[in-house]
């Protein structure tokens, strides 16, 4: 069995062996850290580089400025999202419609986002194979799920994964607009990048 950690800040980022249920108490308590299992092992994910930061950042703020404050779409940043029969993970950034999601008084306690429409991640060279594969099959399992977007860092390249084109994979580079008509949201894969690559 794993040792008990009682500080998250002694968790250190290249994996520590933990059980489900050792990671469920961890995750459920305030953390500055962000964690996922994978394959029994504990990563802390908090960590990233500016490029990484930025991005997010930027994707969180133009879902943003085109949802507005008023209807029930919110986007959350680093916050886990619940997966049907499986662990939790944490996207970089998430969109949800579920007023259960943000609302103080309906959200779940420990809080998971339990109904994720559209999930970004920004690649990282040690998760992205982890993104592309497991976790992505995870999102999968939340019936509200249907956009998946992977954002490079080191150059103007997003990929959109959508249900309802199967998930088949669509490209998008410099000079290119991204258009998402769940929400008919659209933003220009430059803005993500600008003043950042």
């Known amino acids: ?14 994996g520590v062996p933990m059980s489900e249920e050792e990671f469920e108490r961890l995750i459920s308590g305030e953390t500055m850290h962000k964690y996922e299992l ?7 994910m908090t960590g990233s580089t500016p490029e990484h930061s930025s991005i997010s950042g930027r994707i969180d703020l133009l879902f943003q400025l085109q949802l507005g404050r008023s209807g029930p779409c919110r986007t959350h940043r680093y916050q886990y999202v619940a997966i049907p ?21 309906q ?16 690649l990282s060279p040690g998760t992205e194979a ?11 399992q939340c019936r509200s799920f249907q956009v998946y977007i992977l954002v490079s860092q080191t150059e103007h390249l997003v990929e959109v994964f959508r249900l309802e084109k199967d998930w088949q994979k669509e490209t998008f580079t410099a000079g290119q607009i991204i258009q998402l008509g769940q929400l008919d949201l659209e933003f220009a894969v430059d803005e993500i990048y600008e003043g950042i690559l």
């Open 1 to 14: 069995m794993a040792q008990q950690h009682s500080y998250d800040e002694e968790l250190p980022r290249e």
């Open 130 to 140: 982890y993104d592309r594969s497991d976790k992505f099959e995870r999102y999968k």
């Open 85 to 105: 029969g499986n662990k939790p993970v944490c996207p970089d950034v998430v969109l949800t419609c579920d007023l259960g999601d943000w609302n103080k008084d």
């Open 107 to 122: 959200r779940a306690k420990p809080f998971r986002i339990q109904s994720p429409l559209i999930v970004v991640e920004v």
């Open 38 to 44: 994978i394959n029994g092992v504990l990563y802390d």
